[in-house]
T-cell receptor, first 113, second 117 residues
Framework: DQQVKQNSPSLSVQEGRISILNCDYT??????FLWYKKYPAEGPTFLIS?????DKNEDGRFTVFLNKSAKHLSLHIVPSQPGDSAVYFC????????????FGTGTLLAVQP | GAGVSQSPSNKVTEKGKDVELRCDPI?????LYWYRQSLGQGLEFLIY????????KSGLPSDRFSAERTGGSVSTLTIQRTQQEDSAVYLC???????????????FGSGTRLTVV
């Protein structure tokens, strides 16, 4: 039973356009939401996060939106660049004493020059 | 060190053999995590160490898996009597502490690719 779902295994976008990556979760108790980026043969790298008390967090070209009523998280990248091509994972955290992240299955983003 | 270091980077082993995977976290990071990624899957939590507290072992898939963290630093993940379904990339990560990990994420190593033949 997947608690975090990324329903699009892949996404292709033209350079300069917006990339929108989506993530759905099942448990309203999740407290923190994160996005990671992963290049081949490397470990995932932290990209951006948001806590449940906010609905938007922006960092340069990256913005994360949280819709708690829909249990939906999205990552917007604008403008997209070829170097953004990677697998993007969303992850959620219960908060509290435990610090276990639950990851989605990832979306492969390809930004075409 | 500057980052999380894992060794070996690749390991091929015969079914039934034991393997040890090593993780050297960032100096000063009190929290250490092991995850694995099987082909086509997301990252699966295995175990979490935080300071001197008892580890959270809730993700270990069977009693063939164990991990220890000595001196609050280096960690070793041991898989006994390996099976083909154990083939995956095993990732180690660390964070400054529990609170930092929640919002600022962890720093992952490059992983150990384990292939059981």
């Amino acid at each position: 039973d997947q608690q975090v779902k990324q329903n699009s295994p892949s996404l292709s976008v033209q350079e300069g356009r917006i990339s929108i990556l989506n993530c759905d979760y099942t448990n309203s108790m999740f407290d923190y939401f994160l996005w990671y980026k992963k290049y081949p043969a490397e470990g995932p790298t932290f990209l951006i996060s948001i806590s449940s008390i906010k609905d938007k967090n922006e960092d340069g070209r990256f913005t994360v939106f949280l819709n708690k009523s829909a249990k939906h998280l999205s990552l917007h990248i604008v403008p997209s660049q070829p170097g953004d091509s990677a697998v993007y994972f969303c992850a959620v955290n219960y908060g509290g004493a435990t610090n276990k992240l639950i990851f989605g299955t990832g979306t492969l983003l390809a930004v075409q020059p | 060190g500057a980052g999380v270091s894992q060794s070996p980077s690749n390991k091929v082993t015969e079914k039934g053999k034991d393997v040890e995977l090593r993780c050297d976290p960032i100096s000063g990071h009190t929290a250490l995590y092991w995850y694995r990624q099987s082909l086509g899957q997301g990252l699966e939590f295995l175990i979490y160490f935080q300071g001197n507290s008892a580890p959270d072992k809730s993700g270990l898939p069977s009693d063939r898996f164990s991990a220890e963290r000595t001196g609050g630093s280096v960690s070793t993940l041991t898989i006994q009597r390996t099976q083909q379904e154990d083939s995956a990339v095993y990732l180690c990560a660390s964070s400054l502490d529990n609170s930092a990990g929640k919002l600022y994420g962890y720093t992952f190593g490059s992983g150990t690719r384990l292939t059981v033949v």
